[in-house]
């Protein structure tokens, strides 16, 4: 920002300081004097503390926590003032309290140092003057051109030069970045040279931003008597710090960003930590015990010149005053006296209970990762515990958050049927089919039909050639394990198919079954088998890729006869309204049926572009890659404009099956009074049937509807229905229920009718995004529905809608506890946005199990890990923190007690080696053991009676602070379900 306004000032071009200039090894382009640019270094730093800053900085976060500051100046005050006891019996445990806090914290970053040496000193080979020279990571500079061999990881984001590969590309795996186990596609820079050292070219590109999947740029190549060649740079071309060089023997690539200004080191800073309510509340009871403490103080130094204002009294025979003494401003002394008492009394805040409590926390999350009901064999892994601090949260949870796809489903992608022309082509394994097609229940009237011959070959080409999928030749060594294989018919039954979505594997499989099979690229020419086993080679002029905003993405080819086709895939949303309407009807009932049947849907369609139409296509997709601002805008306005006007040919239909025990655990969630919301970008049919069969939405729900659809009115404008149907909804779920019995409370009481709620993301932007006078209004009635409903369903979600929505629960009134549960890089702003979040071990990546509190393998775990890990904990934190406040009450109320009888003169009761290790030694350790391992209900009954789990909810408002319920009643629900049992 300082560097923008100075520009400003200087008369500078701001767009220039949104933009850096690199030199490719840096060799200056031209004659003139050349200076080279100033950038970060390639050392990555995610350690938090120097040897020269360990000791100011951890003392300064350690004595901000309020017991730790109160007894720093209690001891300075049984320092500086003549005090009843010792200032050791505060220092003591003071000093132990730091420093096993210090220790902790100095382990914990060293660690981090560690894991930044073995980083930051790994050695990488470096192109220099023709040599290749080997340096360590963090030596690399900005302009370096970096040598990365297979299978090594690359060591900052590098713009790819030069492949070994033929055809001028590379694959890569970015799990320990973003998690996703498929190999991408990324693309040299056209038309470089071969001998990078004769290279001269210049990169001009945007400055260092967080997103993963965005970069925009271009590069100058310079040639002697020429002008230079420009070229455009997307994320194709960019390969960031952390991924993995796989099928390719080596690449050659420049050093764009280095060190913190990697995209990998940006994308995980900042993280907010998070804190629980327990946490929280431990805060406010130290403050009600302060002014207990400040309160005996009072009394007691209030009784003391009381009692000494009578004769005799202030001065006996036995003790009598010094001249000083007399002297002593009376005020003084009273402060010094209560200051003595202050002291006297300071053991009921409990110094240790910090220390115990991280203890408890730290030790207690091992019997997470040691859980055996929490290992999968199938990816060889238990759960993983990212952050200890909210073990008591799991047991306190009302809201559960949870994605779709790869959560409740299992994303593993299988092509079901296909629809051409409006007649259903189902696969069969008879072979008495002709050319492997089954039509079976097509439309009433044309039964057992089949589309034209014509027309089944196109829309089986859009399938070979609509993707992004790369062919695998078998190897010697193997078979890579992330590669998704495919289980092709003799001969190709060896290929492997490398995707960055299984939905595209599952098409191009589906293609082989019935004769088109797609055997990859070379030199950007696509080579299909179609059903006579001829080979037909296409040339790949343009991808538009795939967006969720556009939710479609098309290919631009060039067949043997010359003629230009595009083919398009996507959601039907954004397919239907770009081609002819008399098309649609026929495809639109056999897309509905699908999608009520719980699969996903896609529609396929085609363009013919005349001579004149590429063309112009191709220069405006030129123009609008070589764009540095605003590029992606640009590309947009063009995609929309080329894929105006297509032709419907089909659509297709792929199953992704429930996970394991979808159904038993949502039902179990349940039952434990958590409300369940599930957020999707997937359409509302396929969401709603996946409720269903997960027992979230009954056949007896009412369904409560907001979508684009129900807001269609002919006469009325969109706001005004919105308006409404919210107040409707509003008067059936809210208004017109009965209220619940005195006592019943939320999550406890179950309502005499059970409400779903579907919304989806264009009626919920209208909701958020309505004007300010209107918009409260808006929120505030569909909270209201919300919460009064079993179950809600958003759909069609964007990830940041996806946050808001939690944001919007997590701030209501009560301040409810919430979970979100993904297994994608989609789900990663409501995880991070909940109070707890959890990230599943899914097949779209691991960028959600980095950024999530508690990972686990299946949706299933998450019984467990609520119903009994959760329970147990919440209990047991319960029982530490009551106990630390009760105990030091009684140790100190003695004390109180005992100077009614010693004339106020601050004699202590305890010797000064009970009052230094009562905290210490004495009572922390035997709490600690009991809230490790205490068990009030068994495991197993817990997981069988969700009711208890519930039982716990329903008690907390009644608790001061919401934090701690009372514990018989734990007891009292066992009793009664033991009884039940035996019953």
Partial sequence: MLCRRLNRWLGGDESRVDSRTIYVGHRPSTTEAFIPPKFCDNRIVSSKYTVWNFLPKNLFEQFRRIANFYFLIIFLVQVIVDTPTSPVTSGLPLFFVITVTAIKQGYEDWLRHKADNEVNKYPVTVLENGRRMGTESEKIKVGDVVEVNEDETFPCDLILLQSTRDDDTCFVTTASLDGESNHKTHYTVPDTEKDLDSLSATIECEQPQPDLYKFVGRMHIYKTDREPEIRSLGPENLLLK?????NTQRICGVA??????????????????????????INAFLLVYLCILVSKALVCTTLKYVWQSKPGQDEPWYNQKTQREKETNLYLKMFTDFLSFMVLFNFIIPVSMYVTVEMQKFLGSFFITWDRDFYDPEIQEGALVNTSDLNEELGQVEYVFTDKTGTLTQNNMEF????????????????????????????????????????????????????????????????DHTDSMAGCPPPHEQTGFIASSPDEVAL?????????????????????????????????????????????????????????????????????????????????????????????????????????????????????????????????????????????????????????????????????????????????????????????????????????RTLEDGVRKREERLHDLLLEYH?????????TKPGGNRGWSKPSQDFGFIIDGASLSMVFNSSESSSSHYKNLFLQICQNCTTVLCCRMAPLQKAQIVKMVKCSKGSPITLSIGDGANDVSMILEAHVGIGIKGKEGRQAVRNSDYAIPKLKHLKKLLLGHGHLYYVRIAHLVQYFFYKNLCFILPQFLYQFFCGYSQQPLYDAAYLTMYNICFTSMPILAYSLLEQHICVEVLLDNATLYRRVLALQPQWPGNCYPPLYSFEDDYNSQHTKMHV
């Fill in 242 to 246: 952390g991924a993995t060089l796989k």
């Fill in 256 to 281: 764009v960003y280095t060190g913190m200004e990697t995209k990998m080191a940006l994308n995980y800073q900042g993280k907010s930590q998070k804190r629980s309510a327990v946490e929280k509340s």
């Fill in 416 to 479: 079901i049927e296909c629809c051409i022309d409006g007649f259903q082509y189902k696969y069969r394994d008879a072979v008495s089919e002709l050319d492997g097609f089954s039509a079976t229940d097509g439309p009433v009237s044309k039964l057992q039909e089949k589309a034209g011959k014509e027309r089944e070959e196109l829309f089986l080409r859009a399938l070979c050639l609509c993707h992004t999928v790369q062919v695998k030749e078998p190897t010697g060594r193997g078979q």
């Fill in 508 to 708: 191009v499989k589906g293609a082989m079954r019935y004769g088109f099979t797609f055997l990859g690229m070379e030199s950007k020419k696509m080579k299909i088998m179609n059903r006579s086993n001829a080979i037909e080679t296409y040339d790949l002029l343009h991808v538009l890729n795939f967006d969720p905003v556009r939710r479609r993405m098309s290919v631009i080819v060039r067949s043997k006869s010359g003629d230009a086709l595009l083919f398009c895939k996507g959601a039907d949303s954004s397919i239907f309204p770009r081609v002819r309407q008399e098309e649609v009807e026929k495809i639109r009932v056999h897309v509905e049926r699908n999608a009520t049947e719980g699969y996903r849907t896609l529609c396929v369609a085609y363009k013919k572009l005349s001579p004149e139409e590429y063309a112009r296509a191709d220069a405006d997709l030129q123009a609008a890659r070589l764009a540095l601002q605003d590029r992606e805008e640009k590309l947009i306005a063009v995609y929309n404009q080329v894929e105006a006007g297509m032709t419907l040919i089909g659509a297709t239909a792929v199953e992704d099956r429930l996970q394991e025990e979808a159904a038993e655990t949502m039902e179990a969630l349940q039952g434990a009074g958590i409300k369940v919301w599930v957020l999707t970008g997937d359409k509302m049919e396929t969401a709603k049937s996946t409720c269903y069969a997960c027992r979230l939405f009954q056949r007896g729900t009412e369904l409560l509807e907001l979508t684009v």
């Fill in 731 to 739: 008067k059936k779920a809210v208004q017109d229920v009965p209220p």
